[in-house]
């Protein structure tokens, strides 16, 4: 099983555009959980510079100066040794705006870094972050999938073509069905994604149901490949969903979408559903996020919301910062009043 989950992420890592001159940094990946010996054991076996390194205080400095080249040390400026300088990332999902946010807090422009290649995974991307990831530092991310019951890291990936996954078909059978019928749903319908294993020994699956939701896709994918093609998670059949008061289902990858590309909102955001503040027995959506703008933004994205959604949210904007960062995934809803 371990060395067909090394064979795995080699390929998917191969699928996601990295080669074995390549120098992979993976911040956050080598702990202990499903990820990291997959992601180890994958760079390993395409001949990838793997530098593992360890998510906490302290981390935005050693990813700068391994992005860079160059740390600091006493006030003076020090040239790393060029085979500890990486030319691509690894990283949680929820980790892409943190990179922005290093590099526009340190001031580095994009030209200074040797990154050219970033991968994230763990949990679902909205475009509107990977858009906003593109402009500011040049490079598309790209998805890479995996569950810790099929080993880890290793099941799909993100081709050169972009917005679809290339499930590993000599490895595992994917299905798209509907959660409730159980019935395939056509191509371009949201589904639930099932998982069959055809190699794993330790804890073999069959028709295995994820719980994540996607779309089914036409096979002929432009990059080529002959791997089955489906579309990227957008979220968790049920858990990741949010439901505003009258019955309107809430997926966290769509809000970003409304939230997002309004100018002066930043990257962090709470959501949560409590109690209505003046009619009793009902309830009211609150969204909090971090913005530098004007006195009427709440506004402007009360009514971006009131038009996708038919529903208006309260909405509060906080100062950049007010939302601490989490090291790991992603925690979008918070308890009521916490804002």
Known sequence: DAAQWAANVATLYWIEGLRKNDTLLAPGLSREFTGSGGTYLGAIALGITFIPITIGPGV???????????????????????????????????????LVEIVVEYDVQPADLALTKIICGAEPSSDAVRMRVAERLGIWPRDDYGLGEFYGPGVAGECDAGGCLHVLSDTFIAEVIDPETSEPTPEGEMGELILTSLHKEALPLFRYRTGDRLMALPQNCPCGLAHMRIGRVTGRIRTDDIVVPG???????????????????????????????????LQQFYIAVEADGDADLAEVIARRFRMEYKYTPVVHVLPMGAVPRAWGKAK????????
Not at 66 to 88: F, M, Q, T, W, Y
Not at 332 to 339: A, D, I, V
């Open 332 to 339: 979008r809803q918070c308890s009521p009043g916490e804002y």
């Open 60 to 98: 935005s400095e050693a990813i700068l100066a391994h992005l860079s080249g160059r740390i600091r040390v006493d006030g003076k400026e020090i040239l790393l040794d060029p085979l500890l300088r990486a030319n691509a990332i690894h990283c949680l999902s929820s980790f892409l705006p943190r």
């Open 247 to 281: 019955g309107t289902v809430i997926n966290r990858t769509y809000l970003e979408e409304v939230l997002l590309p309004v100018d002066g909102v930043g990257y962090e955001y709470v959501v949560t559903v409590a109690e209505h503040p003046r009619r009793k027995g």
